[in-house]
């Protein structure tokens, strides 16, 4: 199997990660890939940010997975800076083949390395396969998870 | 009762916001009010990001509430711009007086003038009355929350 490399999303990539966005149960309902107009916008103001990590897993130049990271200092627990992990996709041609888990642990690695004491992420409660993939990876189901939509 | 306002926390307010974190049956282990210094460093960081809101409620000069607001920009829902609440926490002294309902209202409202179009939040399993105070304002328990330390 080719090599996979984890590296930065450019504006290139956006048609293939809105892609796997929307080729979800949840994400199909919610998504418009053919009107990449708004995932454009967001991307610019992503790229702004440093503290925005999107990414993509790339196999012979082809994303097949993606991940946001976000680092958010905080007061509590002395100090903590925590990374919340959100809108993790694997191609649904390549699942089951470990890169979710590749991600994952790219994902608590580099939170790591940007000086986060806490990783933490949140998936609705439909999703029972990766709630046991998570568990599997060392993360707790230790909270509930509320949304409100505005 | 004198009137309550919602300010931007300055670092005058860090031992207050702290003793608050620190007076709860989670924070109380985790929290450490005699020594700040980790916080007023913490401070810094939150103070230079544009993205985090870190607020107080004061009445009559004194902090009685406070509440951590981030937003973080992404692509998944069309590019859909979420905010997260945090750290919400009010004074002993003032429970059950209808401060936390306005705390996360103005966390909602600010939201949505920030531009965003989620707001979301984790509660640990254990706050059941926490549960049901954001289920009151609206909030829907959609996702399990999970949490690994590093």
């Known amino acids: 199997m080719s ?26 309902a919610r998504e418009t890939p053919d009107d990449l107009r ?3 916008e967001a991307f610019e103001r992503i ?6 990590h999107l990414v993509v897993a ?21 100090g903590t800076v925590r990374s919340i992990i959100e809108a ?5 041609d390549v ?10 642990t790219w994902a608590v690695e580099e939170s790591r390395t940007l000086g986060c004491q806490l990783v933490q992420l949140t998936s609705d409660v439909t999703r029972v396969d990766a ?6 990876l060392g993360f707790e189901a230790s909270h509930l998870g509320f949304k409100l939509s505005l």
Do not use: K, W
């Open 131 to 136: 709630h046991r993939f998570y568990e599997r």
């Open 47 to 52: 790229a702004a940010d440093p503290n925005q």
């Open 38 to 40: 708004p995932y454009h």
């Open 95 to 104: 699942r089951s083949e470990g890169l979710g888990t590749r991600l994952i």
């Open 58 to 78: 790339v196999r012979e130049g082809q994303p097949i997975g993606t991940l946001h990271l976000s680092v958010i200092p905080g007061l509590s627990r002395r």
């Open 88 to 92: 993790v996709r694997i191609h649904s």
């Open 3 to 28: 090599p996979v490399e984890i590296r930065r999303a450019t504006a290139d990539d956006i048609p293939a990660i809105v892609a796997m966005l929307a080729d979800d149960p949840l994400g199909a």
